[in-house]
């Protein structure tokens, strides 16, 4: 927003340290220019929550109470000069609507997270919504309407345009800028080949992605109106909503990285001064997995703060947050700053799914909310190794019912070199029932209700409906979901949502005939989620759910003994192993129909103590967590790089040493870069 009057020194103060987001967020875009950057960035801020459309608690007109509302008690409408006010309560104000700032028509609409998503989403004057249309953004005299607030004329910016197009106040002008150039990085792997799309955009480009007049036109409105409070404070409450942030406001220099006059130039946040925690990082999570009942399992949490100014406190909440425990409240300043182990422990006390949240909190830091899952189930399974050693580990598992023993086999697993295709799910309702594991919410039908042999039916004509699928293993790669669906009779827009880990992937509207819808699976977590959904009177039939990928074969080789038959013992220890080598478990039930368990991962230790008063280079240590990198140089800078060359982790350490939290066992390339000397090591994880 342009400034029409002198700003204190303290104001402008104050607008930079509320513009600073963690600087953990943008750690991965660090180092990177023009392609990489701007993918770097998508990947950052593409995740996150997205309010549900329309009116009602929990919906867009609630955000906007929040982050829309004028300080003299109005809306805040962009669009018109006319002061309405908030009815409450999530419902819309008089006169308005929902106003997609780049039209939904340009990525060829549907309710997914670009139609939701709140930055670019404003509350506006109905007439002003209708005459911008789905319009660019322009320079224009106003000839086809104009209410003191937006005009629609023809386009005079450049000459590649010349057609309608729409343009804000100069006070706005940056505003729709920055909220224009996040929706192009957030949601760069849409088509973007829909109405008007193609007068600011070329098809099939993540970057630069903008034709030359739409690229000029965005950089200077950027450049001629800064980020202002109102926006700032605006971004900050979409935050709260969406846990996501506009890299545009936070950083307004990289319009110009990816853009204008800093194009091929590294990104850098710079030193920062403020406090701020650069572990956990950015929409990080702790998921237990599946816990036998009556069992506990712990997980370790690695934190790192930054000029703090005073301790860190931690609180669990939610609606199982009593299953969820922490050895303390507190973790001092000087623990933080030197790096911390936080434990977490689950109680499986009740089966089922269990959700909470772990805040952290003081210090002068921006609280930092991790999400804390687990499920827990009395089938029968195997469970966590103990007592693993170099050489040896104890295989556990939870009783039987009326098994007379059990078949411990212990593997590995090794790449046959040749590629195959690897089904995750291949279920077929045929037994028009929901298969084991599953889980379903609201209105799930299946024979006899409906008499329609191998489907179920997701929604009623007065509840929604779901199912959701665990435990999927999707940390290895992007897979392909693919449902043969339609719709219930003759429903209305009956759509079927996708959404992965809780955030909504796709939405297909189904027809009256059966057709296969398919979305990739983006690369997750171990334990991941698929739920598909459908609303009420809105009904959807699903014949075959599918979730595959192309991938190197793997084979099974049973280790030197194994298996074995044991008695009806519930633990037996594992001897004779090599060292920092990845091994698997399994157990059969014998003497009754239980099926064969699910799998245990461990990795033997390198060797039983750490030395670290080691003289040598940097070294790595093998946690639960990740690595640990000892004999760093003051002030080095990490870098690791997977088997592709693609740079996973980036992180500053003042320590000589540093925790490196890796998710997925492979091979790594570790670099070092300080004042003094540069390093290089392999590790395997």
């Known amino acids: 927003m342009v400034k029409h009057f002198l700003v204190s020194i303290f104001l402008l103060i104050s607008l930079t340290l509320m513009a600073q987001p963690d600087p953990a967020y943008y750690e991965s875009a660090i180092g990177k220019s023009d392609k990489a950057l701007k993918t770097a960035l998508y990947n950052i801020i593409k995740v996150g929550n997205r309010l549900s459309y329309g009116s009602g608690s929990n919906s867009t007109w609630a955000g906007f109470e929040k982050s829309d509302l004028h300080p003299n008690g109005y809306v805040w409408d962009m669009y018109s000069n006319n002061k309405v006010y908030f009815p409450g309560n999530g419902q819309a104000a008089a006169g308005m609507n929902i106003e997609h700032s780049v039209a939904k028509s340009w990525w060829g609409g549907g309710k997914n997270d670009a139609y939701k998503d ?46 309608l197009c729409f343009e804000p106040l100069d006070e706005y002008k940056g505003d729709f800028a920055r909220a224009y150039l996040y929706m192009f990085t957030c949601y760069e792997n849409l088509s973007w080949t829909g109405t008007s799309a193609p007068t600011m955009i070329k098809s099939g480009e993540t970057w630069p992605m903008l034709k030359p007049w739409a690229k000029e036109l965005l950089v200077s409105w950027s450049r001629q109106d800064p980020v202002s409070e109102k926006e700032i404070n605006r971004a900050n409450a979409i935050y709260e909503f969406q846990r996501n942030r506009n890299p545009y406001i936070d950083y307004p220099e990289l319009v110009e990285h990816l853009w204008g006059d800093k194009v091929g130039q590294p990104f850098s946040t710079g030193d920062v001064e403020y406090p701020y925690l650069s572990m956990p990082t950015a929409g990080y999570q ?39 425990s922490l050895p303390a409240n507190k973790i001092s300043k000087e623990d933080a700053e030197n790096g911390f182990i936080l434990q977490v422990t689950y109680n499986a006390s009740a089966t089922g799914n269990h ?74 309702f045929s037994a028009n029932k929901l298969p084991g594991g599953w889980a379903s919410t609201g209105g799930v039908y299946y024979f006899p209700t409906d008499q329609v042999d191998g489907v179920i ?33 003759s429903d209305s827009n009956a759509n079927l949502t996708v959404k992965l880990n809780g955030n909504t992937l796709d939405t297909w509207l189904t027809g009256k005939e059966f057709e296969t819808f398919s979305v990739n699976l983006p690369q997750s977590q171990i334990e991941s989620t698929i739920t598909l959904s459908a609303s009420k009177n809105q009904r959807v039939y699903v014949d075959s759910v599918n979730i595959s990928s192309e991938g190197e074969a793997l084979v099974k080789t049973s280790i030197e003994g ?23 478990y399994d157990v059969i039930p014998l003497g009754n129909s239980a099926a064969i368990s699910n799998r245990i991962e461990v990795k033997t ?48 350490t003042s320590d000589n040493f540093a925790l490196i939290p890796l998710s997925e066992r492979g091979i790594y390339i570790v670099k070092t870069n300080a004042l003094k000397k540069s390093e290089s090591i392999k590790i395997l994880f």
């Open 118 to 163: 709140l930055y670019h989403l404003n509350p506006s004057n109905i007439q002003a919504n209708s005459a911008r249309g789905s319009y660019p953004m322009g320079i224009n005299n106003g000839g086809t309407f104009n209410n003191g607030a937006i005009k629609v004329g023809k386009n005079t910016f450049g000459t590649e345009y010349s057609g």
């Open 286 to 324: 702790v998921n237990f997995g599946t816990v036998a009942y009556q069992h506990t399992t712990t997980a370790e949490i690695s934190i790192k703060g930054h000029n703090l100014n005073g301790d860190l406190t931690l609180s669990i909440s939610g609606e199982n947050m009593e299953q969820f």
């Open 355 to 428: 959700n909470a949240v772990l805040a952290i909190s003081g210090g002068g830091i921006t609280t930092k909310s991790i999400a804390l899952k687990a499920v827990s189930s009395d089938n029968f399974m195997a469970i966590h190794a103990t007592e693993v050693s170099h050489k040896a580990f104890t295989a556990n598992w939870t009783i039987s019912a009326g098994a007379t023993g059990y078949e411990l086999d212990v593997y590995t697993i090794n790449s046959s070199n040749e590629n195959e295709t690897i089904e995750l799910v291949a279920e077929g």
């Open 457 to 489: 039916r997701l929604a009623s004509g007065s509840q929604d409906g779901a199912v959701t699928i665990p435990g999927l293993d999707l940390s290895k790669g992007e897979v392909v979901l693919s449902v043969v669906a339609q719709r219930y009779g």
């Open 562 to 584: 194994y298996p074995v038959r044991l008695g009806n013992i519930l633990s037996y220890q594992v001897s004779n192993l090599n060292e920092n080598n990845l091994y698997y």
């Open 605 to 652: 230790s390198v060797f039983n103590n750490v030395d670290n008063t080691k003289d040598k280079g940097i070294y790595a240590v093998p946690t639960s967590g990740g690595v640990v990198i000892y004999n760093l140089e003051n002030k080095s800078r990490i870098e690791v790089y997977n088997m592709i060359g693609e740079c996973i982790f980036t992180s500053h």
